[in-house]
C-alpha cells in the first residue's frame, strides 16, 4: 500500500463548479499535512497547510480526519487557472522535515 | 527575492555517463531537500541536508546516486553510471529550518538517459 493515495483523475468541471479531492495516508502517526500545486512542467508550489480543526483560505477549504486517516480539499466556484495537479502531502512523525507526496489528483476546469 | 535555482534546467545523457546536478537554495535556508519525480510519479525523497548535520541519505536509490553540500548552500546531486532508468525531473527544495516548515522548490532538473 502506497503511504498517500490519491484518485489521479482527471476531474473535468465547468467553471464555477464545485469540486473535491481526497487522499488517504497510511501512517497513523503522521503530524503534518500539505496540499501542494504542481502545474504542468512546473514545480510543486504550497497550496496550504492542513490542520485538525480545518481551515479555509478563499475558495479553498482542507479538511484532515485523523480517524479514518484522509485528508480532503474542496474547491469552490472554480477557476480556469485552478487547473493543475494537486498533491497531498503528508510529514511522518520523527522526520518531521521528509515530506511524502502522493502522486496527485488532476483537475481541468473547462468553461 | 530570488528562490530556488536549479542547473541545468535539461541534461541528455548516455547510459553509463557521470552527471552532476546543482541546486542554490534561497539565501539563509538551512534545509536543502532533493526529489525525484519520474512520470506518472509522485515525488520520491532522495537527500536532506540541515545546516551542518549528517546529510539523510534515506531516499538514495542506490550507491550510484551521492550528494554534497557544500558550505551550507549550494548542493550538487551526482548520479555515477547513469541508467536509463534515471531519466526523471530531479527537483531541489529549500526550507528556513528544520521541521514541516513551507518547502520551497526549484524549477527542477529534466534528466534524460538514452
Known amino acids: 500500500r502506497k503511504e498517500v493515495e490519491q484518485d489521479p483523475g482527471p476531474f473535468n468541471v465547468p467553471e464555477g463548479a464545485t469540486v473535491a479531492f481526497n487522499c488517504t495516508y497510511s501512517?497513523?502517526?503522521?503530524?503534518?499535512f500539505f496540499w501542494y500545486r504542481q502545474d504542468c512542467r512546473k514545480e510543486p508550489k504550497l497550496l496550504m497547510s492542513v490542520y485538525s480543526s480545518g481551515n479555509e483560505d478563499g475558495r479553498f477549504t482542507a479538511q484532515l480526519n485523523r480517524a479514518s486517516q484522509y485528508i480532503s480539499l474542496l474547491i469552490r466556484d472554480s477557476k480556469l487557472s485552478d487547473s493543475a495537479t494537486y498533491l497531498c502531502v503528508v510529514s511522518p512523525t520523527g522526520t518531521a522535515s521528509k515530506l511524502t507526496f502522493g502522486t496527485g489528483t488532476r483537475l481541468q476546469v473547462t468553461l | 527575492g530570488a528562490g530556488v535555482s536549479q542547473s541545468p534546467s535539461n541534461k541528455v545523457t548516455e547510459k553509463g555517463k557521470d552527471v552532476e546536478l546543482r541546486c542554490d537554495p534561497i539565501?539563509?535556508?538551512?534545509?536543502l531537500y532533493w526529489y525525484r519525480q519520474s512520470l506518472g510519479q509522485g515525488l520520491e525523497f532522495l537527500i536532506y541536508f540541515q545546516g551542518n548535520s549528517a546529510p539523510d541519505k534515506s531516499g538514495l536509490p542506490s550507491d550510484r546516486f551521492s550528494a554534497e553540500r557544500t558550505g551550507g548552500s549550494v548542493s550538487t546531486l551526482t548520479i555515477q553510471r547513469t541508467q536509463q532508468e534515471d531519466s526523471a525531473v530531479y527537483l531541489c527544495?529549500?526550507?528556513?529550518?528544520?521541521?514541516?516548515?513551507?518547502?520551497?522548490f526549484g524549477p527542477g532538473t529534466r534528466l534524460l538517459v538514452l
Open positions: 539565501s539563509g535556508h538551512t534545509a
Open positions: 527544495a529549500s526550507s528556513l529550518s528544520a521541521g514541516p516548515e513551507t518547502q520551497y
Open positions: 501512517n497513523s502517526a503522521s503530524q503534518s
